[in-house]
């Protein structure tokens, strides 16, 4: 780059003193000659400028093969005229000889004033007067003429700008005479370059988008994914080729480019992107086809790539050809061969084709890059490194198809397989379900029967306890019955006393008065007081009887098992008397035993619609218990107590009171709760059934819709309140 | 000589007097009546001096018979001690043991037998 600098300052300085100087051509090597010197340059449009016969002494002299970049002298775009003399050797005039161009622009190739060639296509208009192009491999020629100095101008119409990047180097103007047989060599050479290049554009993209295509119907394989954006970011590259290499032959002129520069510097990068992308994509494919950890290593080299190849942008040749291809390729590149010998050696299936169509592309990627770097190494190389590197290039994108496509037959396969086996399974799954709900079924059945036959056999045990019940109810009252047998002996036996006394007394009286009547001085007065005795004591005697026998009636009604129709019932008579009952069937049992009771009726109470030897029952009950507790007390307290057992009626606001009050030992505060219950007894086993508070307790409540309340204090009494309400 | 007659029934008054008739006409006895124990006593504090024989009821509300004997036998050991004859309804064993313990001279049953009773009153009561 120095040395160019040097060149062209040397030029620009000395030249001007060999003005008019002439471009000696004295042979035509096959690398052709380069004319990169005394040229004259004008910026202007004039057609007498082809005239040979023009002074162009005072133009400006120029090195038109320099950097577009370095040219001071031109504006962005204009058009302008060069001009160049050429000695001719001598065996070298009248000889057609082949012209390469390469040139930022259009151009009209004048000699000795003769219209010969127009590359691209120089616009008039207003704006833009550069029509554009890149000509680069041509098999233009031009006929020499016979003259020793021969005039060429060239018409050039230009444009300078470039995108920002403007790192990619363009000669202003090189123009390169050479043997028509190079010319026709390098233009076939290009064609056959653009048509491999179209070709493996259209491989890469029918292969790749097939790829992405099978993808996108059923995302199971990823490598598909990932190696089809490798073909077709891959297509992409040979696209740019294509259009760079036929850049001066179709497509500039085919659609008329005005910016020739900017274009081809996109296309350019458009290139190093998608090489970029691509070798991306090549990696994590393969990393994923053979099932490749992507660890650091992967990330390494990927960074590698995505850094190192743009990085050739910013560079200059060779150094960008290092930078891009040695680390940003080759690296990836050997890193992929080592996964595949890593999956041959794990015997995966595709990998000894892949490595080998892979190693291919490496070997001739490092021959290319050898043969760019020393050309001589190998001619065969160096010339078809192109078609070898094509070659390779479609082999490895068939067997990467090749290799999905048994991927994806494989993947099938199993899936197909697991659908059997799914198949197979939901029909077990099924099966095993139906068999489930059989057993179930049976299961529930056997349960249903279970149930009926326990259900059964608890009604058995409901019926059976209700007949147990009833005849534990039964048994109370006869043991109620018998506690009362004794009190009731001794309540007839005092009726019958008098019945017995009062009618033999009668039978002395009667005879008293028969003997009286006998005699002839009757005692009136006698007859008369016996007479008066004889009827008190027939009434007495009826007294009596009647006792005994509503006695009898009591204890009868008391013995009857169902409940005792409800009539108007004199309460403080029913109470009296049971307590007497009951008083004297305790005296009966325990001689020792006494007690003071204490009535208190309200003689207001009148008649009481209940069902009298129910009421009576619970009284006795009542009873019962304040005697029992009083004796209970009475055999830990001998001296200085006196038993009470107190009976009051009472009209209440509701109905009427009757309270049976003892002073006995009380009840406790952890017995109270359970008095009510059924079969609990604080008595001596055998004593008590436990169920005459119960009873009672359903009598007051549930048969005469009243409440059995009870208070007590341990120790010094307790109150039983029996509540009924009455009518009204 | 009085008869004391403890009893908690109010016709046996009636029915004593009717049986004794003749001999309160003749005046071989005196009858007296007390409705309950306690009525009996306050009768002994009254007329201690007398000769009094004690007919008493065993079941009686309040004080019982069996408690009365004990009081007279324990408070009135006067000479001669009252003769107290128990009667009662319950007749049986134990009833009688328990009187004749606690110092009873005799006892009866209910309902009572007069004639019996006389023959037992014949030793205490002269010209019956």
């Not at chain 1, 000659?33 to 340059?41: A, P, R």
């Not at chain 1, 295509?213 to 590259?237: C, D, E, N």
């Not at chain 1, 994923?288 to 850094?307: D, E, S, V």
């Not at chain 1, 078809?384 to 082999?395: C, G, Q, R």
Request: neutral net charge; glycine residues 6%; aromatic residues 10%.
């Amino acid at each position: 780059m120095k040395l160019t600098l040097l060149s062209v300052w040397l030029y620009l300085v000395v030249m001007p003193a060999f003005s008019q100087t002439v471009f000696r051509m004295d042979s035509l090597p096959s690398n052709g000659v380069v004319l990169d010197k005394n040229w004259k340059w004008h910026l202007g449009d004039n057609p007498n400028w082809a005239n040979p016969t023009f002074d162009d002494s005072r133009w400006d002299t120029i090195n038109p093969t320099q950097d577009i970049a370095l040219v001071r002298q031109l504006p962005q775009q204009g058009i302008g005229w060069l001009h160049i003399h050429l000695h001719v050797a001598p065996r070298l005039r009248g000889q057609l000889v082949g012209i390469r161009l390469e040139q930022a622009g259009a151009t009209e190739f004048f000699l000795n004033g003769k219209l010969l060639l127009r590359n691209g296509k120089i616009s008039t208009h207003k704006d833009i007067q550069a029509g554009s192009i890149w000509s680069d491999h041509t098999s233009q020629t031009i006929q020499l003429e016979a003259d020793s100095v021969q005039f060429i101008a060239i018409r050039y119409a230009f444009s300078r700008n470039k995108l920002p990047i403007n790192r990619y180097h363009f000669a202003f103007f090189n123009l390169r005479l050479q043997p028509i047989e190079v010319g026709e060599k390098g233009e076939l050479k290009q064609r056959v370059e653009i048509v491999i290049e179209a070709a493996l554009f259209g491989v890469f993209l029918f292969l790749g988008l097939l790829q992405l295509l099978l993808y996108a119907v059923s995302t199971v394989q990823r490598t598909a994914l990932f190696l089809g954006l490798f073909l077709v970011t891959q297509s992409i590259v040979h696209f740019m080729n294509l259009v760079r290499n036929g850049a001066d032959s179709f497509f500039f002129t085919l659609v008329g480019i005005t910016n020739v520069l900017a274009v081809f510097e996109a296309i350019t990068i458009g290139f190093i992107v998608a090489i970029t992308i691509s070798t991306f994509y090549y990696l994590l494919g393969i990393y994923q086809y053979f099932g490749q950890p992507r660890k650091t290593t992967f990330w390494a080299i990927a960074c590698i790539t995505f850094t190192t190849i743009p990085g050739a942008l910013f560079l200059n040749y060779p150094y960008n050809f290092l930078s891009q291809f040695i680390p940003g390729l080759l690296i990836p590149f050997v890193d992929i061969l080592w996964i595949g010998i890593l999956a041959i050696k794990r015997k995966h299936p595709g990998a000894k084709l892949f490595t080998l169509a892979h190693s291919l592309v490496l070997l001739i990627f490092i021959s290319w890059t050898v043969s760019v770097f020393l050309p001589n190494v190998s001619p065969f190389l160096s010339e078809n490194v192109l078609y070898l590197f094509s070659i390779s290039f479609l082999a490895l994108a068939l067997t990467i198809s090749l290799l999905l496509a048994q991927e994806r037959a494989a993947i099938n396969k199993l899936l197909r397989q697991q659908l059997l086996d799914l198949e197979v399974l939901s029909g077990k799954t099924i099966a095993q379900e139906q068999e489930k709900q059989q057993i179930l079924s049976t299961q529930n059945e056997r349960l249903e029967q279970q149930v009926e036959v326990r259900t059964a056999e608890l009604n058995q045990s409901l019926t059976e306890l209700k007949s147990t019940q009833t005849q534990l109810i039964q048994k109370e009252k006869l043991a109620s019955l018998g506690e009362l047998t004794a009190g009731i002996a001794h309540e007839i036996q005092n009726p019958l006393n008098f019945v017995n006394n009062f009618s033999e007394v009668s039978t002395e009286l009667v005879s008293e008065l028969q003997e009286e009547e006998t005699k002839t001085d009757r005692d009136t007065e006698l007859i008369q007081e016996l007479l008066n005795d004889l009827s008190s004591n027939l009434q007495k005697i009826n007294h009596h009887g009647g006792r005994a026998s509503s006695i009898v009636k009591g204890m009868l009604e008391h013995s009857r098992t169902e409940s005792g129709e409800k009539r108007p019932t004199d309460i403080n008579a029913l109470a009296d008397e049971y307590l007497k009952i009951a008083y004297h069937g305790l005296k009966a049992k325990n001689k020792s035993f006494n007690c003071e009771l204490v009535t208190d009726f309200d003689p207001t109470l009148g008649l009481v619609e209940v069902a009298p030897q129910e009421i009576g029952r619970v009284l006795l009950n009542l009873y019962n218990n304040a005697f029992y507790a009083l004796s209970e007390k009475q055999k830990i307290t001998p001296t200085n107590y006196q038993p009470t057992v107190s009976i009051n009626t009472q009209r209440s606001e509701s109905g009427i009171e009757i309270r049976v009050k003892d002073n006995g030992t009380g009840i406790p505060e952890s017995v109270k709760a359970k008095i009510f219950q059924p079969f609990f007894t604080t008595k001596p086993t055998g004593e008590g059934t436990g169920l005459g508070l119960s009873l009672s307790y359903d009598i007051i409540t549930k048969g005469h819709g009243g409440t059995l309340t009870v208070e007590s204090q341990p120790g010094s009494g307790t109150e039983f309140i029996i509540h009924l309400p009455t009518k009204g | 000589m009085t008869i004391l007659v403890v009893d908690d029934e109010v016709d046996i008054k009636e029915l004593f007097l009717q049986r004794f008739r003749r001999e309160i006409r003749t005046q071989v006895l005196q009858l007296a009546f007390a409705l309950s124990a306690q009525e009996a006593l306050d009768y002994l504090d009254k007329h201690g001096g007398l000769e009094i024989l004690i007919l008493s009821d065993i079941n009686m509300p309040g004080m019982s018979g069996l408690e009365l004997l004990r009081r007279v036998r324990s408070q009135y050991p006067l000479p001669p001690p009252p003769v107290i004859m128990m009667i009662t309804a319950y007749h049986d064993s134990p009833n009688y043991q328990q009187a004749m313990a606690d110092g009873a001279n005799d006892f009866l049953g209910k309902p009572l037998d007069f004639n019996l009773l006389k023959e037992k009153l014949k030793p205490f009561v002269a010209g019956l």
